[in-house]
């Protein structure tokens, strides 16, 4: 089996702890030499300068091609490109191009008076520079907002059309999930890469309360197999959750997949067990 390509998703630090742990993950997984690793932003646009921060420091300290997450919350079209120019600045050269959440409070995402009213006009935008590789979110399940699956599909072609090269799903739990989901993008006509976001299990509660807040459907053989494991503490429950993440890795790539996007939550070691049993080696690895 030839190794994927591989790429990471950090967030950002609010806290001198949490900063330590961002740097140690970056630090951990660097030598894997990612294709890209990705910073997220805060709902609300709450992270602003910390993911700025982030990204240009993970960038020079590690020399690690960083793809910066930017959304159309809480903020003026003027100062959404003002953030874009400071990128490219400091030599940042791609972006995630999502809507964003809500801010906290709120039940839905109400575009500011002066803003981007959704992803596709900011991806506009910031393709007009002629200088960014724009990635954005895909659902291989619909999103909260979305009617159906043919939405989320129809709404992915104009994203791509507007000047997005490539596309990071939201995690899912069986391959089959992303396998149809691919189909009905190649049957729209969509031919840019679309990758599969992978969520190792570092906690079954908290997968599940993140899966509940993104319509990711949780099966019930998942379910079953965590609470059983359960019963024999948490090195059970890592086991379990490695030798998943690794099946579903190995079934998509057997299916013509050729790179993956780990969702790391701060947390190297899991990510780092999987990359390594799917052959991604270490660049000083013979040494």
């Known amino acids: 089996m030839t190794p994927p390509k591989i790429s990471f998703e950090f967030f950002p630090p609010k806290t001198l702890e949490a900063s330590f742990r961002l740097w140690e993950t970056a630090r951990a997984l660097a030598p894997l030499a990612p294709d890209f690793v990705s910073v ?66 709120a039940d839905r995402f109400t575009p500011h008076p002066d803003g981007f009213t959704n992803t596709v006009e900011l991806i506009e935008a910031i393709a007009a520079r002629g200088d960014m590789t724009i990635r954005v979110g895909a659902y291989p399940e619909p999103h909260p907002d979305s009617p159906d699956g043919d939405a989320d599909v129809a709404w992915l072609k104009r994203k791509i059309e507007a000047g997005a090269t490539s596309a990071i799903t939201q995690f899912f739990f069986e391959p089959e999930t992303f396998f149809r989901f691919r189909d009905k993008c190649a049957a729209a006509g969509i031919d840019a890469p679309i990758i599969p976001g992978i969520l190792p299990v570092q906690s079954w509660a908290g997968t599940k ?40 890795c190995e ?37």
Request: contains cysteine; charged residues 20%.
């Open 251 to 287: 079934k998509l790539i057997a299916g013509g997949v050729d790179r993956l996007h780990f969702y790391t939550l701060n947390r190297p070691e899991l990510t780092h067990e999987v990359c390594t049993a799917l052959g991604v080696r270490p660049l000083n690895a013979a040494a």
């Open 209 to 248: 309360r993140f899966a509940a807040t993104c319509n990711t459907t949780v099966p019930g053989w998942a379910e079953d197999a965590f609470q059983l494991a359960a019963l024999d503490g948490p090195g059970a429950q890592r086991a379990l959750a490695t030798s998943l993440c690794v099946d579903l």
């Open 40 to 105: 997220t932003y805060g709902a609300g646009g709450t992270t602003r300068k910390l993911t700025h921060e982030a990204v240009t420091t993970i960038n020079r300290q590690f020399g690690l091609e960083v793809a910066a997450h930017l959304t159309c919350v809480e903020a003026t079209r003027a100062e959404t490109m003002e953030i874009v120019q400071s990128y490219a600045d400091a030599g940042i050269r791609e972006i995630v191009a999502l809507r964003g959440d809500a801010p906290q409070g």
